[in-house]
């Protein structure tokens, strides 16, 4: 099971919006709504940002968004804040029954 | 206060074993899928192996299968993963994590495990 597509890097300055991307396959991304994302601040263990293509858990904050076309899901940071540098990972069920993540993009807030 | 604490990690040479423990407490893992991924130092987060609730269904990466048993002691709150035949490539700090739905809401703070000569 090859990794999910993500950018290395997305950057953008406080409050502007960045969206990362997520490039899977009609065997994974594009067959479920099972699709999820984790932030990563350095060493620290991942943090679930949204399950389920666009559900947030309690205590995320709204301006964390995500969506999905086909094969590609995505999450959207608005009003970007110098909190949210971290590392992004998005994370599929796959027709395997096993799980995939991506490759993971770093959030730099200049 | 939810914890989830893995323990078990070391440097072990290659072609050795070892036994992964991830220990809950604040919550109860019996009702829930439990997952165990991985990261290479200075790398991306790779899927390893999940079971069910009662310990009968488990899944595993190609990478893994066949070397990996993961297993549960819900009478411990306790999940573990057995590792055989270990290689270089398995080194990476092993996390486990619960998962709520199809997100996996509760995460350990990891266990590094190291294979080398």
């Known amino acids: 099971q090859s990794a999910l597509t993500q950018p290395p890097s997305v950057s953008g300055s406080p409050g502007q919006s960045v969206t990362i991307s997520c490039i899977g396959t009609?065997?994974?991304?594009?067959?479920?709504?099972?699709v999820s994302w984790y932030q990563q601040p350095p060493d620290t263990a991942p943090k679930l940002m949204i399950y389920?293509?666009?559900n947030r858990p309690s205590g995320v904050p709204d301006r964390f968004s995500g969506s999905k076309s086909g094969n590609t899901a995505s999450l959207t940071i608005s009003g970007l804040q110098a909190e949210d540098e971290a590392d992004y990972y998005c994370?599929?069920?796959?027709?395997?029954?096993?799980?995939?993540f991506g490759t993971g993009t770093k959030v730099t807030v200049l | 206060e939810v914890q989830l604490v893995e323990s078990g990690g070391d440097l072990v040479q290659p072609g050795g074993s070892l036994r992964l423990s991830c220990a809950a407490s604040?919550?109860?893992?019996?009702?829930?899928?439990m997952h165990w991924v991985r990261q290479a130092p200075g790398k991306g987060l790779v899927w390893v192996s999940r079971?069910?609730?009662?310990?009968?269904?488990?899944t595993y990466a190609d990478s893994v299968k066949g070397r990996f048993s993961i297993s549960r002691d819900n009478a411990k709150n306790t999940v573990y993963l057995q590792m055989n035949s270990l290689r270089a490539e398995d080194t990476a700090v092993y996390y486990c994590?619960?998962?709520?739905?199809?997100?996996?809401?509760?995460w350990g703070q990891g266990t590094l495990v190291t294979v080398s000569s």
């Open positions: 994590a619960r998962q709520n739905k199809y997100g996996n809401d509760y």
């Open positions: 389920e293509v666009n």
């Open positions: 079971v069910n609730g009662d310990g009968t269904s488990t």
């Open positions: 604040g919550i109860t893992l019996s009702s829930y899928w």
């Open positions: 009609s065997s994974d991304v594009g067959s479920y709504d099972r």
């Open positions: 994370s599929s069920y796959t027709s395997s029954g096993t799980y995939v």
